[in-house]
């Protein structure tokens, strides 16, 4: 239950089964987004409290997003676009994608939803490793949404640590650019 009136179920959504809604979780998806938005729309992107985050233009208007799926809705109505998009044309294939350095979830969540925008006929399946261990995360881009679960048992068994699985058409154009932008950093040195 909710709570607020005691008929309906509560369910976390899709970003939230990857990580939960702290204040450094979406920090850590406002910054990724961030990074991800094309340079020339001119738009920021920062967290707001515990309950989303705040578009902002050049001009200081801003638009108060509860989750990525409308932060990515407003910037796209704002016409920004990802970074170095490429549109996800291919045959229909598993590519294994391997992160050295982990999976960051935070940018995979921004990476997610940004794709479900920019490509709304496009249907991906991503099996994806948590970094925790504990589980594995399968994400689905189909009809411009997301959804997320998480599962333990996978007819070939889960991927390695560090390796995800994109399937679908366009899957190796996908992958090349989640790896890109969802695998962990190095941290700079001062």
């Given at each position: 239950m909710c709570g607020a009136c005691g008929t309906g179920r509560s369910v976390p959504r899709w970003e939230d089964l990857l990580?939960?809604?702290?204040?450094?979780?979406?920090?850590?998806?406002?910054?990724?987004?961030?990074?991800?938005?094309?340079?020339?729309?001119?738009?920021?992107?920062?967290?707001?409290?515990?309950?989303?985050?705040?578009?902002?233009d050049r001009v200081g208007r801003t638009a108060h997003a509860a989750d990525l799926d409308a932060?990515?809705?407003?910037?796209?109505?704002?016409?920004?676009?990802?970074?170095?998009?490429?549109?996800?044309?291919?045959?229909?294939?598993?590519?294994?994608?391997?992160a050295p350095g982990g999976w960051d979830l935070a940018a995979a969540a921004a990476w997610f939803a940004a794709a479900a925008r920019a490509e709304p006929d496009t249907s991906l399946e991503i099996t994806l490793?948590?970094?925790?261990?504990?589980?594995?995360?399968?994400?689905?881009?189909?009809?411009?949404a997301v959804r997320a679960t998480a599962v333990t048992d996978l007819p070939n068994g889960p991927p390695p640590d560090a390796t995800a699985l994109v399937s679908g058409a366009g899957a190796a154009q996908a992958a090349r650019h989640l790896k890109e932008f969802g695998t962990r950093r190095?941290?700079?040195?001062a």
């Open positions: 990580a939960p809604p702290t204040r450094p979780v979406l920090a850590a998806r406002a910054a990724s987004t961030g990074r991800l938005l094309d340079g020339g729309s001119g738009l920021r992107v920062r967290s707001w409290l515990s309950s989303g985050y705040l578009l902002s932060l990515w809705r407003a910037a796209q109505e704002r016409g920004a676009r990802p970074r170095n998009w490429r549109p996800l044309r291919g045959a229909d294939t598993t590519v294994s994608v391997e490793p948590d970094p925790g261990g504990a589980r594995t995360l399968l994400v689905t881009l189909a009809s411009g190095p941290r700079r040195s």
